[in-house]
């Protein structure tokens, strides 16, 4: 048995089956987003010369704080970690789907966040590469 079907179990809750499709939706979703935020990140790579500390950092940093839900940082660092850099995203909002804490609702939305910040990933990787002289100029 998984380990978070046995932590709900330990609190007399069985996991839902639309939790469990509310799950599998999110945590593409989850993935999506926190892909989209290190693409925007490389993006400026095309306007700045040496990235490789910055995202080396901005992933060790998020990988770390990743670890544990939103719910035990204080408020600035939640929305730190939702707005800034979407790792709390992708870990809070696909689990809480599992626990049954997220209604229809949050899912709908958070799909939506997941096309918008995609698409707006899109535009700025477009817009760096049509800015992009090459690396001899």
């Given at each position: 048995?998984?380990?978070?079907?046995?932590?709900?179990?330990?609190?007399?809750?069985?996991?839902?089956?639309?939790?469990?499709?509310?799950?599998v939706?999110?945590?593409?979703?989850?993935?999506?987003v926190?892909?989209?935020?290190?693409?925007?990140?490389?993006?400026?790579?095309?306007?700045?010369?040496?990235?490789?500390?910055?995202?080396?950092?901005?992933?060790?940093?998020?990988?770390?704080?990743?670890?544990?839900?939103?719910?035990?940082?204080?408020?600035?660092l939640?929305?730190?970690?939702?707005?800034?850099?979407?790792?709390?995203?992708?870990?809070?909002?696909?689990?809480?789907?599992?626990?049954?804490?997220?209604?229809?609702?949050?899912?709908?939305?958070?799909?939506?966040?997941?096309?918008?910040?995609?698409?707006?990933?899109?535009?700025?990787?477009?817009?760096?590469?049509?800015?992009?002289?090459?690396?001899?100029?």
């Amino acid at each position: 048995m998984s380990e978070s079907a046995t932590s709900a179990n330990a609190h007399g809750r069985r996991i839902a089956a639309d939790d469990v499709v509310a799950y599998v939706l999110l945590v593409p979703a989850a993935a999506a987003v926190v892909y989209a935020f290190f693409l925007m990140v490389t993006s400026l790579a095309f306007r700045l010369v040496d990235l490789r500390d910055l995202l080396f950092r901005l992933f060790q940093g998020s990988s770390y704080s990743g670890r544990w839900p939103l719910g035990i940082y204080p408020n600035w660092l939640r929305v730190a970690l939702t707005a800034i850099v979407p790792i709390g995203v992708a870990v809070t909002v696909p689990a809480s789907a599992l626990a049954g804490r997220l209604a229809w609702p949050g899912v709908v939305a958070a799909l939506a966040v997941t096309v918008v910040v995609l698409a707006a990933t899109r535009w700025l990787f477009r817009r760096a590469i049509a800015g992009y002289s090459g690396a001899s100029a």
